[in-house]
Structures are given as structure tokens and as C-alpha cells.
């Protein structure tokens, strides 16, 4: 089993790295052709595109830049936010991020697919984005290659089944191009009697179902059911064979 993490706009390059072995990234040379071309993109324009304020857009037009030159760091410790809030990859053992490197991916605007160990440089790129070299939308512009890349990796592990974490957003650089024959699960989270659906505490929890998936070494989508982390219980009643939902009461 693979299970698929979106990446996050958050980025720690400050924080003490375990001794792990950075892995080049498969689509390297992809990252590099797409910051060379937003490189070209105003401060102005980059504000535009990705709704964010004069001062992020000129922080993302500087990595753009300077993209040749910047730090690299290992993707699953160089993500923050919520979703890696609940992974929490710096407490991971060795065994578990040796695990991981196997059987977890996170997708990205910029890098495509990144395995836990890809050496990646800071960016701001998301997957929504509506621009691209010589295409209308980024999805438009990775094509199929992310979903081939995604479906060489489950065969390579041998489940032939994808454990969606990841949002929308970044499931349709995949969905719809995989081979037949892959199962795909996504998980929904939901809090308390209402079964509400809190996005912050979904996020988190992606994470952590991700880092249980790690711990116990599940390579079964089924063993998934028994995810138990922070109260979340998984409820057969609102599930169904392609969405499974935990609920914390």
C-alpha cells in the first residue's frame, strides 16, 4: 500500500535533521523547468496567481530566482503545517522513515511526486495553480506523468492499492489516470455526534493516520481500520468501499 500526502505551504529549513540520506527527486528536472519559468512571473502576477500577500509573493519570486542556489532538504522533513504536524516525521524511528520511504508519497506542484528522502528546495507552487509553461493550469502541464510515476511505485510495492490523504486539489493531478486495477481509499475525518467536518483537524489528522500507517508498518489497506490515534475511531455505517470515515466522538 501507498498512501499519498499533499505537501503544504509551511516549509522548516531550521529545524535539526535526523541522520537520514537525501534521495534525488524523479521529476528533478521537471521542479527546475518550472521554476526557471515562474521565474519570469512578476511580483505583481505571482500575487495574483496564488492570492497571496506583496510580501509572500516577493519571498516566492526570490526562490524563483535564486532556485539553483537554494538549500535542499529531505521533503518529509522540509513540510510544516497541520498535515505534518500530525506525521511529526522528526520523532519517526529509522525503521519507520526507512518504511516510509517505500510506502509513502506526497505530491507537489513543483516536484510532481516526492518520496519521503527527496531533497527538495523551499517553493510555493500549488498544484491549483492556473498557470503553466504553454498551458491554461498546472495539471495541464504534468499531464499523466505524475499518475504513471504514482502507478510504477504501487506495482513496485506490490498492493496495487493508494491510501488517498491528500486534498482534492492535489488528487487531481492523479485522479482519473491511473491504471485499472489500482484501488484508491481516501479517508474523511469528521468530529463529534454531528459528524462535522473541521478542515484544521482533518488535515492533522491525515497526517497521523499517515504516521500510524508507518509505525505499525500496515501494507494492508484494511489494517487501516483499526487507526486509533487521538479518540478517531473508524465508523463502517458512513463508509463506503472507496471512502472509509473516522469519526472522534
Not at 516577493?58 to 504536524?85: H, I
Not at 495539471?139 to 504513471?148: G, L, N, Q, Y
Not at 502507478?151 to 485499472?180: H, R
Not at 504516521?211 to 481500520?225: A, F, P, Q, T
Amino acid at each position: 500500500m501507498i498512501a499519498v500526502l499533499s505537501p503544504a505551504k509551511t516549509l522548516d529549513y531550521e529545524t535539526a535533521l535526523p541522520p537520514v540520506t537525501p534521495t534525488r527527486p524523479r521529476f528533478a528536472d521537471e521542479a527546475t523547468t518550472l521554476a526557471h519559468a515562474a521565474a519570469h512571473l512578476t511580483q505583481k502576477r505571482l500575487s495574483e496567481l496564488m492570492h497571496i500577500s506583496p510580501a509572500l509573493a516577493k519571498l516566492n519570486a526570490d526562490r524563483f530566482g535564486d532556485f539553483d542556489t537554494l538549500p535542499e532538504r529531505p521533503a518529509m522533513f522540509a513540510f510544516a503545517g497541520d498535515v505534518y504536524t500530525g506525521l511529526d516525521a522528526k520523532t519517526l524511528d529509522e525503521a519507520a522513515v526507512d518504511y516510509a520511504q517505500d510506502h509513502l508519497r506526497m505530491l507537489s506542484g513543483l516536484y510532481g511526486l516526492l518520496r519521503p528522502l527527496d531533497a527538495m528546495r523551499p517553493y510555493r507552487l500549488e498544484m491549483g495553480t492556473r498557470w503553466a509553461p504553454r498551458q491554461k493550469k498546472l495539471t495541464d502541464w504534468w499531464r499523466d506523468r505524475i499518475a504513471k510515476l504514482l502507478a510504477e511505485d504501487v506495482a513496485a510495492e506490490g498492493s496495487e492499492t493508494i491510501l488517498n490523504l491528500a486534498s482534492q486539489e492535489y488528487w487531481a493531478a492523479a485522479d482519473g489516470k491511473l491504471p485499472a486495477g489500482i484501488r484508491v481509499v481516501a479517508f474523511d475525518f469528521r468530529e463529534g455526534e454531528a459528524q462535522k467536518f473541521v478542515s484544521s483537524h482533518a488535515k492533522k489528522a491525515r497526517g497521523m493516520a499517515a504516521r500510524w500507517m508507518l509505525e505499525h508498518r500496515i501494507d494492508d489497506i484494511e489494517g487501516m481500520k483499526g487507526f486509533d490515534t487521538d479518540g478517531y475511531a473508524y465508523d463502517a455505517a458512513a463508509s463506503t468501499d472507496a471512502q472509509w470515515r473516522f469519526v472522534r466522538r
